[in-house]
């Protein structure tokens, strides 16, 4: 019989407040945590290139593609198990929650260990095959192995704080996210320097103080849920619910497969985009690097509300409550655009002043400006329809969303900066980007109105 399921977290079906609220207070810390992930690691890069120098972070960007795919594929299965765990705290089935927690956090660890074994012992082949420079190869092999052998206490810790913000609680694993990011930021210099009699660590220090920080928070946050009796602490039940469940595995691989592919298919589409803008010179490289750096902290509003709007869908179907997904699409879209559009106009205000924390030649800052001025409107719309795309998916109705998004990047994004380059130079390769982002709206925006909308939408087996 389900148990009841006690809502001390964000309530998407409290009358008293009107849905934006409700999307606002559970996206506050959503927010904050996305941020606080992209400060840690700049921060990192900050250490290792003014303590140790240039072939630090040469070394350390080496591995960077490989780690992004396969932290990419964990956040695609991840989205998975959310969709399921809020399908089930909706219900008020709490068994059903601490079930699907339990598999996927079996299967993180096997993943991990897997990928950890399999990372240590062929780190040399996969950074020459990366074509890693010879001058590196050896800090960038120290370092890689490391990381790899953080991936046991890594991968379930990202796990777990998703699987709290499948049943609405983003307050929690931020507490804890700050809590790893200071260790983080304390633990790397004086690893890099050796302070206190430490021994000093050079490169594998980011890794180390990695796996130290986030370890010491995974514990905290285990012993937190206890003390509180949290619906997902860890206990009896949830560890034997970590023997994989074929049927609930098979549920979060479909839905979560697509949603990583989609993420690999984008970081390829970079690739492609970065070899046009190879071409113009280093200036332009220099530019790109700069703009995407802004770029990042404009599509934490964007990814965050597409969260928030795919956990709250997923909690409306799981409680039979279809009524309440027209409001929980307007709030975010709203929100989408109010947060963003805040930004964005910031950002067009404030350009020079930004990109000068990046830029300091006068010509680069100029090319990076005009760039950013093409672009930046543009991520209004992706947000737009990564909402939509949320919500779709909150159903487990992933391939179309998918399909939608690899055809704006792969039929749209690249064959239109690839021509447009021909025509206007380098802004052609920029202009790219509102490009798709407008068909993928139209796209997505399709399916759900004339598709998804006219579907009856049940829980998950």
């Known amino acids: 019989?389900?148990?009841?399921?006690?809502?001390?977290?964000?309530?998407?079906?409290?009358?008293?407040?009107?849905?934006?609220?409700?999307l606002l207070i559970f996206l506050i810390p959503l927010m904050i945590a996305n941020i606080l992930q992209s400060a840690s690691q700049t921060f990192t890069y900050v250490f290792l290139g003014r303590m140790i120098g240039?072939?630090?972070?040469a070394a350390v960007s080496a591995v960077f593609p490989v780690i992004f795919l396969l932290f990419s594929f964990l956040i695609g299965i991840a989205s998975?198990?959310?969709?399921?765990?809020?399908?089930?705290?909706?219900?008020?089935?709490?068994?059903?929650?601490?079930k699907v927690a339990g598999t996927v956090l079996g299967a993180t660890m096997i993943f991990a260990i897997l990928v950890g074994a399999i990372g240590l012992v062929f780190s040399p082949m996969m950074l020459q095959a990366l074509g890693t420079p010879a001058s590196v190869l050896p800090l960038s092999d120290a370092y890689t192995r490391v990381v790899f052998l953080t991936f046991p206490v890594i991968f379930p810790y990202i796990s777990y704080t998703t699987f709290l913000r499948g049943t609405g609680d983003s307050q929690t694993p931020l507490r804890f996210l700050v809590f790893s990011t200071i260790l983080i930021l304390i633990f790397t210099p004086m690893l890099i320097a050796g302070w206190f009699g430490l021994p000093r660590l050079g490169v594998v220090s980011a890794a180390v103080s990695g796996l130290l920080a986030n370890g010491l928070a995974f514990i905290a946050l285990l012993v937190y849920l206890r003390a509180k009796d949290h619906p997902l602490k860890f206990d009896a039940e949830m560890a034997r619910d970590m023997l994989v469940d074929p049927k609930i595995i098979s549920l979060v691989l479909r839905i979560g497969i697509p949603t990583g592919l989609q993420t690999i298919m984008v970081s390829l589409a970079e690739i492609a985009v970065i070899?046009?803008?190879?071409?113009?010179?280093?200036?332009?490289?220099?530019?790109?690097?700069?703009?995407?750096?802004?770029?990042s902290y404009?599509?934490?509003?964007?990814?965050s509300v597409s969260i928030a709007a795919s956990i709250f869908g997923a909690q409306c179907i799981g409680a039979r409550r279809e009524d309440k997904l027209g409001a929980v699409i307007r709030s975010a879209v709203g929100l989408s655009y109010a947060i963003g559009g805040i930004l964005i106009g910031a950002c067009y205000a404030f350009a020079y002043p930004i990109?000068?924390?990046f830029i300091t030649d006068a010509?680069?800052?100029?090319?990076?400006?005009?760039?950013?001025?093409?672009?930046?409107?543009?991520?209004?719309?992706?947000g737009n329809s990564a909402v939509i795309s949320g919500v779709v998916r909150s159903s487990g109705d992933v391939i179309w969303p998918t399909i939608n998004a690899i055809l704006a990047i792969w039929a749209v994004e690249v064959p239109a900066a690839y021509i447009l380059m021909h025509v206007y130079g380098l802004a052609g390769v920029w202009m790219g980007y509102p490009i798709s982002y407008m068909v993928v709206l139209c796209a997505q925006f399709c399916y759900y109105e004339f598709f998804w909308k006219k579907k009856t939408h049940e829980r998950l087996a």
């Not at 019989?1 to 409700?22: C, G, H, K, L």
């Not at 240039?54 to 972070?57: E, F, M, P, R």
């Not at 803008?277 to 802004?294: E, F, W």
């Open 80 to 98: 998975g198990s959310t969709v399921l765990i809020g399908q089930a705290y909706g219900a008020g089935d709490m068994h059903r929650v601490k």
């Open 363 to 382: 010509q680069t800052l100029q090319i990076a400006h005009e760039l950013l001025m093409i672009t930046l409107w543009g991520y209004l719309l992706y």
């Open 275 to 295: 070899s046009f803008v190879n071409h113009y010179g280093p200036r332009a490289t220099a530019a790109y690097g700069a703009v995407n750096q802004v770029v």
């Open 355 to 357: 990109l000068g924390w």
């Open 298 to 303: 404009v599509q934490f509003p964007a990814i």
């Open 1 to 22: 019989m389900a148990q009841a399921a006690r809502r001390p977290n964000v309530n998407v079906f409290d009358e008293s407040r009107p849905m934006w609220r409700i």
């Open 54 to 57: 240039v072939d630090a972070l």
